[in-house]
């Protein structure tokens, strides 16, 4: 029996796929029947519903006035006291929950809330909608995390300041800094500050998951309160996601039900070990599992800059979900920068625009490589296709590029392939040289050959010169291991044919083995 093939690709499952592929989209379609019962429905409430909500913000907003009244628009030195925090705690939290039910929430509580002292932060997800707020006035109005911007918006900006927010500035370049600062000194005041509400998400999903905590709640070291949202409704009117309805159609939507049920458990605080205050990520993990078993829901490793990632798959024509790669786990894994993905994203999209799904298959790749399927290119395209289905994502392709092209396209494998082309060895590959090679280890036409060729040459001179090779080379990564490759496979099969016995011995692998132990591992979780 022959022996098989190991390739030089790593494994590890924390690269494989995360069991929700994509929490930021949310296809709500409604039904026949579902249509007409919010419109007869809507008739009737979202008028009255309309004018009890006007009716409770002016009555709020007077109130909001009198607590803010000459307290500083921006960056509050010391925490309100006396009347202001009464008023706070009694008439604002009584009219945001008139609020709430005047949109039509029915809000069920689980749970007791701790105090400020036994956990001053609350840790809440998921968080799926706009409709989130609503925990804020639940839990007495603690402080949250807001932009500094919104406090100047007319009428809401008011009501913002009454819950003294920490704020994150986007023209400070230190203000990550300084707010995971702010939180800290205030969750260690011993009381004095309320609470502060952390979405630790950072941004919307679909509630199939929870996706990677920010640390910021979880830099200071104190007391976290995990607190969960449901929202068990037969029609999901609330979520609002990076794919899915707009805001002004979900509000109207959930004006036209009856009424809209939200619940709110507040689990026992996590009281971090001394492992995790000194790891905030490893607190932020913790808490989230936490919270993963409590919700029976998977978690998985995507971030708000898989967001990013889809918007600008979305801007190259590709379809949303190909941006989505867990960035913040395959960055990290694989030493990638936020550039350096897109960059990369760009050059797929290159290759996938024409594809059906977004998704590269051989004959799309053989193009792009002006090459024809031969093994070798075979090969090469399974290293990529880490899943088997004949495809290559975006995914695959960037930690293809990066563990495969990227190490193999060193300075020696360069040379190595350069002289593979120069025959005659006078540092210059003619259109001669390079057409025998391809002919014979790939089976490139004349046509295809003198296309690459003149690609390479830079400079039109008809030759292709060393510098020329390597600018290509580093510029089409792919091309390095595709040469090493087509020597490894050449190596192989002269190894088969004198020590087959030998050779499958030692490079051969049971159908049982776990994939994830190969040797050419070198990132370990």
């Not at 391809?438 to 050959?449: M, T």
């Amino acid at each position: 029996m022959s022996p098989q093939r190991v390739f030089a690709l790593p494994r590890q499952q924390s690269l494989l796929l995360p069991a929700v592929l994509n929490p930021f989209v949310q296809d709500a379609k409604l039904t026949r029947r579902e249509k007409i019962k919010c419109f007869l429905l809507g008739i009737v409430l979202v008028p009255l519903r309309s004018i009890f909500m006007i009716l409770v913000l002016m009555v709020t907003w007077p109130v909001a006035a009198l607590i803010t009244f000459k307290r500083p628009l921006k960056g509050d030195v010391k925490p309100m006291t006396g009347w202001r925090r009464f008023l706070c705690r009694t008439a604002m939290v009584f009219l945001g929950r008139m609020y709430f039910f005047g949109m039509g929430f029915r809000v069920v509580v689980k749970g007791k809330q701790a105090s400020s002292a036994e956990a001053p932060i609350l840790a809440v997800a998921p968080h799926s909608t706009f409709f989130d707020a609503i925990v804020c006035v639940v839990a007495g109005l603690p402080s949250t995390v807001s932009r500094s911007e919104t406090l100047a918006t007319p009428i809401f900006g008011r009501f913002l300041r009454c819950l003294q927010p920490v704020l994150v500035s986007r023209k400070d370049p230190d203000s990550r800094k300084n707010t995971i600062l702010e939180i800290s000194n205030r969750a260690k005041s011993g009381g004095r500050w309320p609470q502060v509400l952390i979405f630790p998400e950072g941004t919307c999903t679909n509630r199939s998951c929870l996706i990677t905590f920010k640390q910021g709640a979880f830099v200071p070291g104190v007391p976290v309160q995990p607190v969960l949202l449901r929202y068990p409704n037969k029609l999901d009117t609330v979520t609002w996601t990076w794919q899915g309805l707009k805001a002004a159609k979900l509000l109207l939507l959930t004006m036209c039900q009856l009424y809209t049920t939200v619940e709110i458990e507040f689990l026992p605080p996590h009281v971090p070990t001394e492992e995790e205050k000194k790891n905030a990520n490893k607190f932020a993990q913790s808490v989230r599992s936490v919270m993963a078993e409590s919700l029976r829901i998977p978690v998985t490793d995507h971030t708000f800059e898989d967001c990013r990632l889809m918007i600008s798959a979305g801007e190259l024509t590709l379809p949303m979900e190909a941006g989505l790669v867990e960035f913040t786990k395959i960055s990290r894994k694989l030493d990638l920068k936020w550039d350096n993905v897109k960059k990369e994203l760009e050059h797929f999209a290159a290759i996938a625009c024409s594809c059906k799904g977004g998704r590269i298959r051989i004959e799309e790749f053989a193009s792009f490589l002006k090459l024809p399927i031969s093994p070798v290119l075979q090969e090469l395209f399974a290293l990529f296709d880490r899943d088997g289905d004949g495809t290559i994502d975006f995914r695959e392709y960037v930690i293809g590029v990066t563990v495969l092209c990227r190490p193999a396209n060193t300075e020696e494998v360069i040379q190595t392939a350069f002289k593979l082309f120069d025959i005659d060895e006078d540092n210059n590959i003619t259109p001669e040289e390079f057409a025998g090679l391809l002919r014979s280890a790939l089976g490139v036409c004349d046509l295809e050959v003198s296309k690459l060729f003149n690609e390479i040459d830079a400079d039109g001179s008809g030759h292709i010169t060393y510098d020329e090779f390597r600018s290509f080379a580093l510029t089409h990564p792919e091309y390095a291991k595709l040469f090493t490759t087509y020597v490894e496979l050449q190596r192989y099969q002269g190894l088969q044919g004198e020590e087959a016995d030998s050779f499958s011995n030692c490079y051969t692998y049971s159908p049982g083995e776990n994939e994830e132990d190969s040797n050419s591992d070198k990132k370990d979780d």
